[in-house]
């Protein structure tokens, strides 16, 4: 008889700027799971393979990249990213980390790649998973699966506080355009393309605080029979 209980997973799929990391993150918290920025993994690979001088191009170079990335989570208030021993939180949260992960993340090996890696974060007492296939690819047994949006005037806006809030100098227009453009790859890409699993719940944050949309998900995990602290 299996003894090991499964462990219970959220995932928290959506588009750049639908709020899903300071959800996944505010839902970790107050659950006391553990977090998995799936977008931090392609932005690390992303630049390992700028760093290790690999072009962006070739696919079975950066799955190498992937397969045998050096990099570390930190969990708790002071969330770190190291690459190599090298702290990289900040580097990784450029536009221009987001666009070349974008592309690396369109390789069907660099996404295979990265699969146990990702599914190695699903440890008691349990995951929040953030990501654009966490639902549909990495976890599809998922508890909840959670399908965040948001019109796109608004994640622009999002995104262009959180990152002027960074010391991340940028431009609305230019990032409404850069998001645009992101968006379009990832929901048209012939691999993991962005999109609700069949069993996700959706919810349009456009009008919500990232408060209201937390509740909401605790609401459900309590309906689920879940503990939410
Ligand atoms: O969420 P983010 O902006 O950090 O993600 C960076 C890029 O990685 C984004 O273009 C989409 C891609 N990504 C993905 O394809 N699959 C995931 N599970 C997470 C991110």
């Known amino acids: 008889m299996r003894s090991a209980a499964v462990v219970p997973i959220v995932t928290v799929d959506g588009p750049s700027g639908s709020g899903k990391g300071t959800v996944s993150r505010a839902l970790a918290k107050r659950l006391g799971w553990h977090l998995l920025d799936s977008g931090a993994l392609y932005r690390v690979t992303a630049l390992a393979a700028q760093r290790a001088g690999v072009d962006l191009g070739n696919e079975a170079e950066v799955a190498r990249v992937a397969a045998s990335l050096d990099v570390q989570f930190s969990e708790g208030e002071q969330e770190r990213v190291l690459l190599a021993g090298d702290d990289v939180t900040h580097e990784l949260r450029t536009e221009q980390c987001g666009e070349a992960a974008s592309k690396v993340a369109a390789m069907p090996a660099v996404r295979r790649a990265l699969l146990d890696r990702q599914?190695?974060?699903?440890?008691p007492p349990g995951l929040v998973a953030d990501g654009r296939d966490m639902g549909t690819g990495v976890f599809p047994d998922?508890?909840?699966?959670?399908?965040l949006t948001a019109s796109?005037?608004?994640?622009a806006?999002?995104?262009?506080?959180?990152?002027?809030?960074?010391?991340?100098?940028?431009?609305?227009?230019?990032?409404?355009?850069?998001?645009?453009?992101?968006d379009e790859r990832d929901a048209n890409r012939p691999v993991a393309p962005l999109a609700p699993a069949a069993d996700a719940r959706i919810i349009d944050s456009t009008r919500m605080s990232p408060e209201e949309v937390t509740e909401r998900i605790l609401q459900w995990l309590r309906e689920a029979g879940v503990m939410t602290g």
């Open 142 to 147: 998922a508890l909840l699966k959670v399908f």
């Open 119 to 123: 599914r190695a974060f699903a440890v």
């Open 152 to 155: 796109p005037e608004e994640r």
């Open 157 to 182: 806006r999002r995104r262009y506080k959180q990152l002027i809030e960074k010391g991340i100098d940028v431009n609305l227009h230019d990032l409404s355009r850069e998001i645009a453009q992101r």
